[in-house]
């Protein structure tokens, strides 16, 4: 459940079918991968429009999988009586 929280809906620029915010294929190696895709893709392009919103919507996925992993805590404590 928290997995969902690092997909970005409209997928990476370029290659919407690639949702994940924290890995895919590399577009620089092939079957290497790169951590924070969206934002290493527009690094390269050095595009800092896109570098910008590229950071942010990472982010935003990053923060959205803490809240996720955060209430599945306070539901497990919730549900154990803690």
């Not at 620089?28 to 942010?56: C, H, L, N, W």
Request: charged letters at 25%; aromatic letters at 8%; hydrophobic letters at 45%.
């Amino acid at each position: 459940m928290v997995e969902r929280g690092f997909l970005i809906p409209d997928g990476l620029v370029g290659r919407k079918w690639f949702k994940h915010a924290l890995q895919a294929p590399s577009l620089e190696t092939g079957y290497g991968s790169d951590v924070f895709p969206a934002v290493m893709d527009s690094i390269r392009k050095r595009d800092d429009a896109q570098i910008k919103q590229s950071v942010d919507e990472t982010a935003v996925r990053v923060k959205a999988a803490a809240v996720l992993l955060g209430a599945m805590c306070y539901a497990d404590k919730e549900n154990l009586g803690v």
